[in-house]
Nanobody
Framework: QVQLVESGGGSVQPGGSLRLSCAAS????????MGWFRQAPGKERELVAM??????NYADSVKGRFTASRDNAKSTVYLQMNSLKPEDTAVYYC??????????WGQGTQVTVSS
């Protein structure tokens, strides 16, 4: 069982920045692919960024603004969000996926972008 705890959400004005963190309690954290997803009210959960081995894939809507990274020594994954827009408002979730396919989700952290 893997527990994921997100932090760093909050309210920010358009154009601002936030950094989300996701701390994992997992043996061999380095084995897991790690991802960030988000869900806005009335919408389906969508991929924001996924780190698979040495490659990171981003949703087109966040390319050039968001950067996902991981620190295996700290069992933590980060999402640096710059140039935030109102449409980035959502609950952001962290996901861990083991190579055998098992997935774990965090509880989510709210990000609100509003003037």
């Amino acid at each position: 069982q893997v527990q994921l705890v997100e932090s760093g959400g909050g309210s920010v004005q358009p154009g601002g920045s936030l950094r989300l963190s996701c701390a994992a309690s997992a043996d061999s954290f380095w084995l897991y692919s790690m991802g960030w997803f988000r869900q806005a009210p009335g919408k389906e959960r969508e991929l924001v960024a996924m780190i698979i081995a040495s490659r990171t894939n981003y949703a087109d809507s966040v390319k050039g603004r968001f950067t996902a990274s991981r620190d295996n020594a700290k069992s933590t994954v980060y999402l640096q969000m710059n140039s935030l827009k109102p449409e980035d408002t959502a609950v952001y979730y962290c996901k861990a996926r083991h190579p055998i396919g098992t997935e774990f989700w965090g509880q989510g952290t709210q990000v609100t972008v509003s003037s």
